[in-house]
């Protein structure tokens, strides 16, 4: 029995019961170390990053398989893509907010603009690293590399899609982006349906929608069992791939013309929510709609739950700012 099959015979045990399981870093060091027993080409790349990115087994099995440039993320893009322009399954794995700030050029130029399909994995991402600040926070990784053409971009909810994003990853011949965070995160919120570009629906309820990705999907769903003992029915839907979007799914859960309510690890400008209202708006359209996320200001400090609970991006801020869209 696999992994995958494993985690299905769970979540039919366990039913409507969510059960927390591994931080996904680890599901995805996991994973990787699986692919590597079977496959030479698997190889990881790391910018001083193999703690943090849980590599260190990783590299103690298939030291053959991971290359180490240092703190150096520049380079790290560039080894990674001439490894995958050699027909390797390259990793690039960095902390994302060095990643999509510091190698931005490298990624457009070297990866997307010469289609080299390099698997960027971007951990401690959105506000992971905590008090330490805006400087060590990737608020902006989705609207940068939304902008760029060739690239999927793909935030995993919780432990199942993890590792069936990273196996996915690793059969991918374009480019794609995926990005972690450090706590712990359920092992599976749905179904064990998964296909880069498609949503997965959680949650069905008929008065409002919550379309959410990555670790803002936990909250939204313990918001929605939370409205329902106020007698609101609310949609979950874990909308792992920001681009390309399932725009069909999301289509389907607004025609029926009640709010919706994005919410995502991310700055408001330019993520989740900009890039489904404009679709939504661009093709008629005209529900409630309301963006959670982290507003266009400096960042509170604080720890991850801290800065959730300061943002409304959290079980009790999302159902009051839910009961405030359906008024």
């Known amino acids: 029995m696999n992994s995958l099959e494993q985690l299905e015979m769970e979540t039919k045990e366990i039913k409507n019961e969510v059960l927390l399981g591994k931080p996904n870093l680890e599901v995805f060091s996991a994973t990787m170390q699986k692919l590597a027993e079977t496959d030479r080409g698997i190889m990881a790349v790391?910018?001083?990053?193999?703690?943090?990115g849980k590599l260190v087994p990783f590299g103690q099995k298939f030291p053959e398989q991971i290359v180490e440039v240092g703190i150096a993320e520049q380079n790290l893009v560039g080894v990674a893509t001439g490894l995958a322009a050699m027909g390797k399954k390259a990793f690039a794995v960095s902390p994302a907010c060095f990643l999509?700030?510091?190698?931005?050029?490298?990624?457009?130029?070297?990866?997307?603009?010469?289609?080299n399909p390099v698997k960027l994995i971007g951990i401690s991402a959105g506000v992971s690293y905590g008090a330490l600040g805006s400087?060590?926070?990737s608020l902006h990784d989705y609207a940068v590399l939304r902008a760029i053409n060739n690239i999927t971009i793909v935030a995993p909810a919780d432990n199942f899609e993890t590792e069936a994003a990273i196996r996915s990853a690793a059969e991918m011949e374009t480019?794609?982006?995926i990005r972690f965070g450090k706590k712990a995160m359920p092992q599976n919120l749905g179904s064990i349906d998964f296909e880069f570009g498609k949503g997965r629906v959680l949650k069905e309820g008929s008065d409002l929608t919550f379309v959410a990705t990555g670790e803002g999907v936990w909250p939204a769903y313990q918001a929605a069992l939370k409205l329902e003992e106020e007698g609101i029915h609310a949609t979950v839907l874990s909308i792992h791939t920001i681009k390309p979007l399932d725009t069909g799914l999301i289509e389907k859960f607004a025609s029926n013309g009640q709010p919706i309510l994005t919410v995502e690890e991310h700055s408001v400008n330019g993520g989740l929510g900009e890039a489904v209202a404009s679709h939504l708006f661009q093709n008629g359209f005209r529900n409630k709609f309301k963006i959670v996320g982290l507003p266009d200001d400096h960042t509170v400090h604080g720890s991850q739950v801290e800065i959730f609970d300061h943002y409304g991006i959290s079980e009790e801020g999302l159902t009051k700012t839910a009961i405030e869209l359906l008024k």
């Open 100 to 115: 999509t700030a510091r190698s931005l050029e490298q990624i457009k130029n070297d990866v997307c603009y010469s289609d």
């Open 175 to 177: 480019p794609v982006y």
């Open 46 to 52: 790391t910018s001083d990053s193999r703690g943090s």
């Open 135 to 137: 400087t060590h926070h």
